[in-house]
């Protein structure tokens, strides 16, 4: 079984900016499309950003332009910049592979944009 483990959160400014890292065990990480979620308080989790294992990337309409997905194979990681931050991107971000049939979620990094 694979597992995740997020970093990379925190509390930031409005129009500040982080970057999440996820790192995942074992060796079949680069052959799946990797994705971002986040789930706000009293919020269904939602898709953020997925790259597949080639490197195309698609993002969801309310962090395109600001958000930027990129995964290294070599270290079993995927990465999600994230600039010009909103008090609405305010979240438990999470990593997963895409499909009806995640791996076991990882406990998630909080990020909170709060002035």
């Known amino acids: 079984q694979v597992q995740l483990v997020e970093s990379g959160g925190g509390l930031v400014q409005p129009g500040g900016s982080l970057r999440l890292s996820c790192a995942a065990s074992?060796?079949?990480?680069?052959?799946?499309?990797m994705a971002w979620y986040r789930q706000a308080p009293g919020k269904q989790r939602e898709l953020v950003a997925h790259?597949?294992?080639?490197?195309?990337?698609n993002y969801a309409d309310s962090v395109k332009g600001r958000f930027t997905i990129s995964r290294d194979n070599a270290k079993n990681t995927v990465y999600l910049q994230m600039n010009i931050l909103k008090p609405e991107d305010t979240a438990v971000y999470y990593c997963?592979?895409?499909?009806?049939?995640?791996?076991?979620w990882g406990q998630g990094t909080q990020v909170t944009v709060s002035s």
């Open positions: 997963n592979r895409l499909s009806s049939g995640p791996w076991t």
């Open positions: 790259i597949t294992n080639g490197g195309s990337t």
């Open positions: 074992g060796s079949i990480f680069s052959f799946y499309t």
